[in-house]
């Protein structure tokens, strides 16, 4: 297979761009959380938690799909 043919299974730029703002929105809470500005942190800063954010959100995804992908089968960790 070419790189372009498995670019079709990659998520969507919908998909991509719902998970960057759920990375935004938890860095802004954390923001706030800390009683800091978007002023008060760097951009690089600022890039650093956004990324972290994001890793975070795609983890609890592939999480939640696995989670469920062994319910289906009638499996649990527990």
């Excluded at 790189?3 to 990375?23: C, G, N, T």
């Excluded at 942190?41 to 956004?50: K, P, R």
């Amino acid at each position: 297979m070419e790189l372009e043919d498995l670019k079709k299974y990659l998520p969507s730029p919908f998909i991509k761009q719902k998970v960057r703002e759920q990375a935004v929105k938890r860095v802004r809470k954390d923001m706030i959380l800390n009683g800091k500005t978007e002023d008060d942190i760097s951009e690089e800063d600022l890039e650093y938690l956004l990324a972290d954010a994001e890793s975070s959100v795609w983890n609890e995804i592939k999480q939640t799909s696995l989670m469920g992908v062994l319910a289906l089968f009638g499996l649990s960790f527990f």
